[in-house]
């Protein structure tokens, strides 16, 4: 069975990161993450809740309770649904009425597309 720095490293490569690349996305350094891939040492839980998330990964996984390196759906949603900010603004617009919906997704579409001609 894969060690967990195996199973960070394996997923690392896999999303096409460097090592500065994921530390940066991660807040660690290089030097944390270089020791965590040769298991040298264990990323504490804030640590290893930031690899997750940025690796598109469960910590079951990571720490090898199960083989699946797949999110389930529920563990996506709930890291959008319990954000503070995010989570407010998607419950409501699951709870809004469809025409309200059409007209969030056509403002976003207007916002998105003026955006693209600024760049």
Known sequence: MPTLGERIKHLRELKGFSQKELSEKTNLTIVQLSRYENNHRKPDPDALCRLVNVLGTSADYLIGLTSNPIQSLNEQMSFYLDHPLHGVFLREFFNA???????????????MSSSDRNH
Not at 97 to 111: G, V
């Open 97 to 111: 009425p469809d025409q309200l919906k059409n007209e969030t997704r056509q403002f976003f579409n207007f916002i």
